[in-house]
């Protein structure tokens, strides 16, 4: 699947039809990408950091929608405004069909 010129490779339970696609992954099933990752990688911009405990909420910007990971031991920490890229395993994501 093409998604804002890169692609993404995720599961699907039987045969999709259409353009209307909704993309699912768990926010602690998102990263920070590695530099070699080609797909599967979202560009976003940082709107926000909330810290739980030891868990660190960043509030990303994707395309005009907000995405929400979840991550443990985040150093160096980056600020709003910073540009990041997102990864996630394909076997993390599930591919549904919108109405």
Known sequence: MSCGGGLINAF???????????????????S???RSATSNRLN???TSVHWQGDLTHLL???AGEAVRIVMTHVNPLPRAGDKLALY?????A??????
């Open 12 to 30: 699907s339970r039987g045969g999709l039809h259409g353009n209307n696609k909704l993309l699912c992954i768990r926010p602690q099933h998102m």
């Open 32 to 34: 920070l990408a590695p």
């Open 44 to 46: 976003a911009t940082l």
């Open 60 to 62: 990303c910007d994707v």
């Open 88 to 92: 996630f395993e394909p076997g993390d």
């Open 94 to 99: 599930v591919l549904i069909e919108v109405q």
